[in-house]
């Protein structure tokens, strides 16, 4: 299946890196307006493939299969579209869209075209999120009571979009994948602006139906920071993607016990063990992009395809409008 890269920016070096790694995919070309980037990737990738400042030019060649979209925000919606409309597959780096209404436009094109659309939605992917799903849909963990999530760093400053947009955009979505697309009820959001016009610090609190979740993204952190907690009836879980040892199993929680006085119950703390299971390393890039290209040649749709995608940009737009009121 051939793939062509369109932007060489931030993303764009490590998506080719797995393109031309992956022995599912032929790396074909790479399209770049800034002429420096582009010098840069033929420095890497000489000869091996074509080079061009137009992805229209991939558009109009029969033998590309699939594009690749890793442009700013703004950007990729026309490129994606226009793709679509090539009949090409699109892969899009997050968020799909910067809003709900073109996140839906987008699904109509590709059901129109018969096409596949795949958001890199990349921690859904990741071999630690992908276990604590086994764990979930085992009953491992129990009923989810919260989910609290810290994603911060110094830096790197976006002009395009904010830091809910660039950071949250990753734990909204994993929310959303294991609680298998649970509505919510309510949200609330604020954020700082500190340099530049976009919000470099964010906290986003969501009330789904059955659970909260908490996200902190950050630009403006002197340290770096990603760790999720999950909460269970049964268990909890840490998954801290700074450390080696990423994912740590805390089998703790509350009992009920009933008491003498009035036949009433009263909870109890349950202290179980810790521990850490072993999960063998996997590149969450290459696993997003390989399952991308099964999903072409089975035709079915992505596990962060258009549908995902909607539900997230929903939560996203919601955001953004409590942002604008804070």
């Known amino acids: 299946m051939k793939l062509a890269l369109v932007g060489y920016g931030y993303w764009g070096p490590n998506i ?14 790479i399209c770049e307006l800034n002429a420096e980037r582009l010098a840069r990737a033929k420095s890497v990738y000489e000869n091996s493939i074509v080079y061009t400042d137009d992805y229209r030019d991939f558009l109009k060649d029969p033998s590309v299969d699939a594009i690749v979209v890793a442009t700013p925000t703004k950007a990729s919606f026309t490129i994606v579209m226009d793709a679509l409309d090539a009949g090409k597959h699109v892969f899009v780096e997050k968020p799909i869209a910067v809003s709900e209404a073109n996140a839906i436009a987008i699904k109509k094109k590709a059901d129109e075209n018969k096409r596949i659309v795949h958001c890199d939605h990349i921690m859904l992917y990741h071999p630690v999120i992908r276990y604590v799903k086994t764990m979930m849909d085992q009953g491992e963990l129990g009923d989810l009571l919260y989910v609290d999530i810290s994603r911060i760093n110094l830096g790197p400053l976006h002009k395009d979009v ?3 947009l660039d950071l949250a955009v990753h734990d909204i979505a994993v929310i959303d994948y294991l609680s298998g697309g649970e509505d919510i009820k309510r949200l609330e959001a604020m954020g700082h602006t500190c340099f530049g016009q976009q919000e470099a610090l964010t906290y986003l609190t969501i009330q789904y139906e059955s659970f909260i979740a908490h996200i902190k993204s950050s630009w403006i952190s002197p340290v770096k920071e990603r760790k999720t ?12 993607d700074v450390k080696s040892e990423k994912l740590t199993v805390y089998d703790r929680g509350f009992d009920p016990q009933m008491t003498e006085e009035y036949g009433s119950y009263e909870y109890h703390v349950r202290s179980g063990d810790i521990y850490i299971p072993h999960i ?20 079915k749709e992505s596990l962060s ?11 996203l737009d919601m955001a953004l409008e409590k942002l604008k009121e804070s």
């Open 16 to 29: 080719a890196k797995n393109l031309k790694a992956s022995n599912k995919v032929e790396f074909v070309g």
């Open 162 to 164: 904010n830091a809910l």
């Open 229 to 240: 907690v999950i909460a269970g009836t049964k268990k909890m879980v840490v998954f801290d």
């Open 280 to 299: 063998p390393q996997e590149d969450a890039l290459r696993n997003s992009i390989e399952h991308f290209v099964d999903c072409v040649k089975e035709q």
């Open 305 to 315: 395809g258009p549908v995902s995608s909607i539900r997230v940009m929903k939560v």
